[in-house]
């Protein structure tokens, strides 16, 4: 697979990568993007429109803040789950769930608006039942969104994606401001409530369901979501690409959490005002995502990634020390490229990275790593806020994500290709002596190995690569032990749950994985097939 080097060329598969427009040519990705498009929106209009309405409803900086935890806290406490389900479930179903679960909380919302019902309290849990309809779909529109394209494409569906979300964040924004200056909170919430209208009307007239493949049957909701961060656990790039993730979130969450407070106390602005401050960190966005294609092929990913935490400390800098409205628009602008730049680039190596059978629920990782640290740091900033003072908070934020730049200098990442992730064909006939039902286990599979002179180093490096892939497809306690009779002679052993989950095992074999097991074949004794061996429990007492 190809890798990240520093001061080499982003990626090798980036140079293979379509047009930035290609997927624009399948019209049910238009359509798709479209619908995902109106979806962002009323996230948007909702977190914006509630963090003003909390404004007049409260004057607590932690209520500010909260505002925003209560629309993403559930993508960390659902959506893994969410992930698991977008894997097991026909995707199309559960979007309809999940968008309907979201106009029915914008609708209530509104009722309360219009009869002048709303308090801080239910302004927070209905954001909040908002968001968990949010987070339960988000991975299937994700997964949805870029598996009607090659995965060639994949880097610029995730641009275009990158467009369509931050578009919406800088019109959502602004229409948000606009109606709660012109008209009344509860226009907010029925406008919401007519994009999820719309989006449910394409779900059900536009989106064909899943086929059904017959074949094992599913894993349960533990067991999938145990199997997906499993696969990640034994992954260097995907776990690199989330601690990145996380810990340049986490630091620059202080600048949406605050910015309320930005605009009204620091910049004298209004509604209308703090939309244009989000609008001008959405138009950054939008420029940086049209030029990022042609970016990955010119400089490396890291390079990336720190030029973008630059350019964000940069302007949660100018929001805390300046009072200009045209300086912290100008900053704002160039926040939104480096947000663009740091996240669409890891959402990229997510989403390229992961074999099939797991992307669903990887991305859903990604997602509960970028909302549940945009929660928790909404909370932690609002509360050092209300005790340091708005200034020093936001001076504080950018320090961290300088900082973080050093804690995360010697991660690599990289981009996947379809070749490494594609499924294989297995060949490996299963010879039994006797039925196995699928409960049966534990599973420990043993292989033998003979390894000539000097061909140890390169016989460790790749058997220790494929017990890693073995560890990501479901195997537990893998291990390499050396003869003590015969200094050439190697077993492999690992155990797997149950006999089903050895079966999933092997359905899980990428291409790449396949490649690698044939290099280690040429030192495997004769027979070449691995021993398996079932769990025996005790003789039952009589």
């Known amino acids: 697979m190809t890798t990240d080097k520093q001061g080499a060329p982003a990626s090798e598969a980036v140079a293979e990568h379509a047009s930035f427009w290609a997927p624009l040519r399948h019209k049910l990705f238009v359509g798709l993007w479209l619908a995902c498009a109106l979806t962002n929106m009323a996230i948007w209009m909702q977190t914006v429109g509630a963090a003003w309405i909390m404004t007049l409803l409260s004057a ?20 893994l789950p969410g992930g698991v389900l977008a894997d097991r479930m026909d995707p199309r179903r559960l979007l309809l769930l999940t968008q ?14 219009w009869f002048d019902l709303l308090q801080a309290w239910s302004l927070l ?3 909040f039942v908002l968001g968990t309809g949010s987070a339960l779909g988000m991975t ?6 870029v598996g009607v394209i090659p995965r060639e494409q994949v880097p610029a569906a995730v641009s ?3 467009i369509s979300i931050n578009a919406t964040r800088a019109l959502g924004p602004a229409l948000a401001g606009a109606m709660i200056a012109w008209w009344n909170s509860a226009s907010v919430f029925l406008a919401i409530a007519l994009c999820m209208v719309a989006v449910i009307v ?17 894993e349960t909701l533990y067991g999938g979501m145990r199997s997906g961060l499993r696969y990640i656990r034994h992954s260097s790039v995907l776990s690199s690409a989330l601690k990145q993730v996380f810990v340049f979130t986490s630091c620059a969450s202080a600048l949406w959490a ?10 004298g602005m209004d509604a209308g005002g703090y939309g244009l401050l989000m609008a001008f960190m959405g138009a950054g966005a939008v420029m940086a995502a049209l030029g990022l294609t042609s970016v990955y092929r010119r400089f490396t990913l890291r390079r990336l990634i720190v030029a973008g935490a630059f350019a964000f400390a940069a302007a949660t800098l100018a929001a805390a020390l300046s009072h200009s409205q045209v300086v912290v628009c100008a900053m704002l602008l160039l926040a939104g490229m480096g947000w663009m730049a740091v996240n669409a680039t890891i959402s990229t190596v997510v989403q390229t990275y992961a074999a099939n059978w797991v992307r669903a629920r990887v991305a859903s990782v990604y997602l509960l790593v970028l909302m549940g640290s945009m929660a928790v740091g909404g909370v932690l900033w609002g509360a050092l806020a209300q005790y340091l003072g708005l200034e020093d908070s936001l001076l504080l934020s950018a320090a961290s994500l300088l900082l973080g730049l050093l804690l995360t200098r010697g991660e690599t990442i990289a981009m996947g290709q379809e070749a490494d992730f594609a499924d294989a064909q297995q060949t490996d006939k299963l010879v039994l002596a006797g039925e196995v039902s699928h409960g049966e286990g ?3 599979v043993e292989i033998s190995y003979r390894v000539g002179d000097g061909e140890g180093k390169e016989f460790l490096r790749i058997v220790y690569a494929v017990g890693l892939s073995r560890r990501r497809n479901g195997a537990q306690n893998w291990r390499l032990y050396r003869d003590l009779g015969e200094t050439d002679h190697y077993v492999e052993r690992f155990i797997v749950e149950s006999w089903l989950d050895y079966l999933r095992q092997q359905e899980r074999v990428t291409l790449a994985d396949e490649s690698l097991e044939r290099s280690l074949s040429r030192f495997r004794f004769e027979p070449l097939a691995p021993r398996r061996y079932v769990y025996q429990p005790p003789a039952e007492v009589f």
């Open 60 to 79: 607590s900086p932690l209520m500010v803040s909260l505002v925003q935890t209560a629309i993403t806290l559930p993508v960390f406490l659902f959506g």
């Open 100 to 113: 309907s679960a979201m106009f029915g909380a914008a609708a209530v919302l509104c009722l309360l608006a």
């Open 125 to 127: 849990l209905f954001t």
């Open 140 to 145: 299937a529109w994700m997964i949805t969104l």
């Open 160 to 162: 275009l994606s990158g």
């Open 202 to 218: 394409f779900i059900i007239f536009r989106l064909p369901a899943k086929a059904r493949v017959d074949g094992l049957p599913p």
């Open 258 to 267: 605050l910015m309320p407070l930005v605009a009204k106390n620091e910049l």
């Open 442 to 444: 534990p599973v420990c």
